[in-house]
């Protein structure tokens, strides 16, 4: 593996990256639980995950932008398992039999009984959209003509890899877990609903976005540019 960093690549991890593998993991998590709302937003239907499953899009575009896409597919595989276990450990307790003075268990049901044909596009996507929006950020990156750091060319980069990775994202879960369930002719604009609002919702915490990164690449002396790197997902 050969990078271009402003100091050599080390086998550690710091503080600031272990807390942003945290944060993406509590966010896929979260975003499964509150996927299990639905919402209306200026009249069009949504689930409650739309206000945390951006920001997951988010910190990977800081951990690609600041460690490199090696370590953002690090920590993507451990979002993906970690989030697994949840649903698992969920969809083993959903299968226990409920105490007969407990009133909760459809309730408990609707939140964590996911079908498996829902789960399994969940998965699917989630691994699809994030690794897209990884290589798309990483490839504008290492050939960009322009100043790599400067502030535009990675909000170009953050909103170009968020649209490739969030409709990725799309085109794959709503088709495969709600096809039948959503009619056909109506679910183009479900998904271009989605794309479209969580693209807005990356532009809009851009400005805070920028500062992080700022700040990350401040304390950690690191501004990765991925050279001769491969780009296989799985490939640890």
Not at 89 to 115: C, I, K, N, R, S
Request: charged share 15%; with cysteine.
């Amino acid at each position: 593996m050969k990078q271009t960093e402003l100091n050599r690549p080390q086998m550690t991890v710091s503080i600031p990256f272990m807390i942003l593998g945290m944060l993406f993991c509590v966010c896929l998590i979260a975003a499964n639980l509150l996927e299990a709302k639905q919402v209306e937003v200026a009249g069009l239907s949504l689930t409650a995950g739309l206000i945390v499953f951006p920001v997951s899009y988010v910190i990977n575009d800081c951990i690609v932008e600041v460690y490199g896409y090696v370590k953002a597919r690090l920590v993507i595989w451990l979002g993906f398992f970690m989030n697994f276990l949840f649903v698992l450990f969920g969809f083993a307790a959903d299968l226990l039999p409920a105490a007969p003075y407990w009133t909760g268990q459809e309730g408990f049901h609707a939140v964590f009984g996911l079908a498996p044909r829902i789960a399994g596009a969940s998965f699917l996507a989630f691994l699809v959209g994030s690794f897209l929006n990884a290589y798309v950020m990483s490839i504008m990156k290492s050939r960009s003509r322009r100043a790599v750091t400067s502030a535009s060319a990675f909000s170009w980069r953050a909103i170009a890899s968020t649209l490739v990775g969030e409709g990725a994202d799309s085109l794959i879960f709503f088709p495969l877990a709600l096809g039948g369930v959503i009619p056909w002719d109506v679910m183009p604009w479900v998904m271009l609903n989605q794309v479209v609002l969580k693209t807005l919702y990356e532009i809009l915490v851009l400005p805070l976005t920028i500062r992080v990164v700022r700040i990350l690449k401040r304390v950690e002396r690191t501004d990765t540019i991925d050279s001769g790197i491969s780009y296989n997902p799985f490939r640890l």
